[in-house]
């Protein structure tokens, strides 16, 4: 298993900037992607942005083209995610996912609030 932990999140108004981290520890050599996800009150987890851990190729939803971007730090173990021109609509528990051989983990979830 691999265990994760983000933080970073917070409250900011529309056009704001943050910046997620998530640091993974455990079995952190059976990972392939990392990513973030999002869910909003009410609605279903949606993908938010992917990051292959030995290649770096990056994927993205389109609500987070433009606007976002994931990074890593494999020294670190650490998945980055970069929000900037924040929208009300981003708003939503972040959390941070490791697919690996075998499944895929979870973190706990780190409070993403835009106001407008």
């Known amino acids: 298993q691999v265990q994760l932990v983000e933080s970073g999140g917070g409250a900011v108004q529309a056009g704001g900037s943050l910046r997620l981290s998530c640091v993974a520890s455990?079995?952190?050599?059976?990972?392939?992607?990392m990513g973030w996800f999002r869910q909003a009150p009410g609605k279903e987890r949606e993908f938010v942005a992917g990051?292959?851990?030995?290649?770096?190729?990056?994927h993205y939803a389109d609500s987070a083209k433009g606007r976002f971007t994931i990074s890593r730090d494999n020294a670190k173990n650490t998945v980055y995610l970069q929000m900037n021109s924040l929208k009300p609509e981003d708003t939503a528990v972040y959390y941070c996912?490791?697919?690996?051989?075998?499944?895929?983990?979870w973190g706990q979830g780190t409070q993403v609030t835009v106001s407008s």
């Open positions: 455990g079995r952190t050599f059976s990972i392939n992607v």
């Open positions: 996912a490791a697919d690996r051989v075998g499944g895929r983990d």
């Open positions: 990051i292959n851990w030995n290649s770096g190729m990056t």
